[in-house]
């Protein structure tokens, strides 16, 4: 059993640390925000805060200690990942929640390793991360009526909204979008359908 107030203090301090300040008050804000997400949609907030604190801790890492750490997960690098090491700073966050703070909660680390881009069939923690990330206060579109109007929807709804929202923004900005991005939208856009 976690003992959440000790855990996330520790993971809060190496983040600070480890990370510039801007990187910080936005992993604080990204914790606030999941915990609220996790409150309103039946979760553990206290998971939700905790992965929200530690999931840019290893951001502002170098590329090499991203791909040393990342290749302790058990999965394969791909070659999107290794032209853009920055993509690994989740699943190296993942493998030092695991190895250095003895987190070993599959929901907590599955969310930390895929805050980024999201994955088929995350479970409703990492869902509220993703999220989380990308619509906490400091970012430039999330004034208080557009998080009031995601607040309104389902976790789903809004996981297809934001996902629909980021890839337009993605492609309107030409920015080279991860393989297998769609297929997850389609994914999703499927189960929002089936609910």
């Known amino acids: 059993m976690i003992d959440y107030i000790e855990k996330t203090e520790e993971i809060r301090a190496f983040t600070q640390a480890?990370?510039?300040?801007s990187r910080y008050e936005h992993s604080v804000r990204v914790a606030e925000t999941c915990a609220r997400m996790c409150r309103q949609y039946g979760l553990d907030w206290r998971k939700g805060y905790l992965a929200g604190i530690g999931h840019d801790m290893c951001k502002d890492f170098s590329s090499e200690e991203l791909f040393e750490l990342a290749a302790r997960d058990g999965n394969e690098i791909s070659d999107f990942e290794k032209k853009k090491p920055a993509l690994l700073h989740g699943r190296a966050a993942a493998v030092m929640l695991k190895e250095h703070f003895k987190v070993y909660d599959p929901e907590i680390l599955e969310a930390v390793a895929n805050h980024t881009s999201g994955i088929i069939g995350m479970c409703d923690l990492t869902k509220c991360l993703f999220l989380a990330d990308k619509i906490e206060p400091g970012r430039p579109q999330s004034t208080e009526?557009?998080?009031a109007n995601?607040?309104?929807?389902?976790?789903?709804e809004m996981l297809y909204s934001v996902l629909e929202e980021n890839y337009e923004y993605l492609i309107k900005h030409n920015v080279e979008i991860q393989p297998g991005?769609?297929?997850?939208?389609?994914?999703?856009?499927q189960q929002k359908s089936e609910k």
């Open 18 to 21: 480890h990370v510039k300040k």
């Open 145 to 147: 009526e557009y998080r």
């Open 150 to 156: 995601l607040f309104a929807m389902s976790l789903d």
């Open 181 to 189: 991005t769609r297929e997850m939208i389609n994914y999703y856009a």
